[in-house]
């Protein structure tokens, strides 16, 4: 499995990001896919998560009611839609699969990691 994020960039405290994440393989419609964030000098933390169906969802405190994930099982990608961005958003963000079992919030958990792409916000 090779996971592709895009969507990363600058902007200013307030708007909006839309990252995507292009997965390979077949059996797309049967991973679970997670966003997750790192800033400088910290831990890699879970951001939100969608099962297999699109049908459960979860995300961190943090973000709750501000960011949405996503899913287009046809297209073989999922997506995290960002809005009211603060500069503590400020990390890079990088999407995963887990591969069978529900959805998950913990890093280890996790099979497949794309490579990251930065987001900044600035204030």
């Known amino acids: 499995v090779q996971l592709q994020a895009s969507g990363g960039g600058l902007v200013q405290a307030g708007g909006s990001l839309r990252l995507s994440c292009a997965a390979s393989g077949r059996t797309f419609s049967t991973y679970n896919m997670g966003w997750f964030r790192q800033a400088p000098g910290k831990e890699r933390e879970f951001v939100a998560t969608?099962?297999?169906?699109?049908?459960?969802?979860y995300y961190a405190e943090s973000v709750k009611g501000r960011f949405t994930i996503f899913r287009d099982n046809v297209k073989n990608a999922v997506s995290l839609q960002m809005n009211s961005l603060k500069p503590e958003d400020t990390a890079v963000y990088y999407c995963?699969?887990?591969?069978?079992?529900?959805?998950?919030?913990?890093?280890?958990?996790?099979?497949?990691w794309g490579q990251g792409t930065q987001v900044t916000v600035s204030s």
């Open positions: 995963a699969a887990k591969i069978g079992g529900p959805a998950a919030m913990t890093v280890g958990e996790y099979d497949y």
């Open positions: 969608i099962n297999w169906s699109g049908r459960s969802t």
